[in-house]
């Protein structure tokens, strides 16, 4: 079920106590859910992900769109072709038999990928070989997404909690997260407070540790999971 960033920011004034949203305002609190929302993703890719169709250029490095954080997998290439593209584990035996291999003089460019190739270490970017020919060729891929900011309103209308009526991109059950980071920067902001510091490290440690439930029980059921089970 979609759950807009109005509800969320209002769960939060409403624990705040500041259910006019005066000491914490609209804004406030939305910048504070866009920084939510990118602390998921940083720590939890699988939490926002697609599949996508990329368009490739020519050559063999190619680089995701800046609206996704992470490749997680290349599955085939797209259009009339759709054959299947496997991964390379390790890249040392193509090196030693192909050295050449991101040159067209000694692999000649392709209109359709074999293999792929991906270094941990740079999540945004791959190597497709046969290198492509960058024209008219895509490949299906599933993604890790950047989230999208939640917009502020214009004028008077975006110091109303209830104008922020943007649908979140995450499933329901990232609700209580991503309010519990908001929570964690808003009582930081009062660190002076009593008790103030106390209950900003509480929801963040609630955030991180209904993050690592949610990542430990996603893979638990997922497919890719049981089949590496047998």
């Not at 063999?60 to 997680?72: H, R, V």
């Amino acid at each position: 079920m979609a759950f807009t960033a109005a509800q969320v920011m209002n769960r939060a004034s409403i624990i705040l106590q500041d259910g006019d949203a005066v000491r914490w305002t609209a804004p406030e609190l939305r910048d504070w859910l866009n920084e939510a929302q990118r602390a998921v993703v940083l720590a939890m890719p699988t939490a926002l992900t697609a599949t996508v169709t990329l368009a490739l250029t020519q050559g063999t490095k190619q680089t995701l769109p800046a609206q996704y954080a992470a490749l997680s997998r290349v599955v085939k290439n797209a259009g009339t072709n759709g054959k299947a593209i496997r991964t390379i584990a390790k890249r040392e035996i193509l090196d030693a038999q192909i050295p050449g291999w991101h040159s067209s003089a000694d692999l000649p460019f392709a209109a359709a990928a074999v293999y792929v190739f991906q270094d941990p270490i740079t999540p945004r970017e791959f190597y497709v070989i046969p290198g492509s020919t960058g024209v008219s060729h895509s490949v299906e891929a599933v993604v890790a997404k950047n989230p999208t900011d939640v917009p502020l309103p214009a004028g008077a209308a975006n110091l109303n909690v209830d104008s922020y009526t943007t649908a979140s991109e995450f499933p329901d059950l990232y609700q209580g997260v991503l309010l519990d980071f908001m929570l964690f920067r808003a009582f930081s902001k009062d660190s002076a407070a009593p008790d103030a510091a106390g209950r900003a490290d509480k929801h963040l440690g609630l955030a991180t540790q209904t993050l690592a439930s949610l990542g430990a029980s996603t893979a638990a059921i997922g497919l890719a999971t049981q089949y590496m089970r047998g």
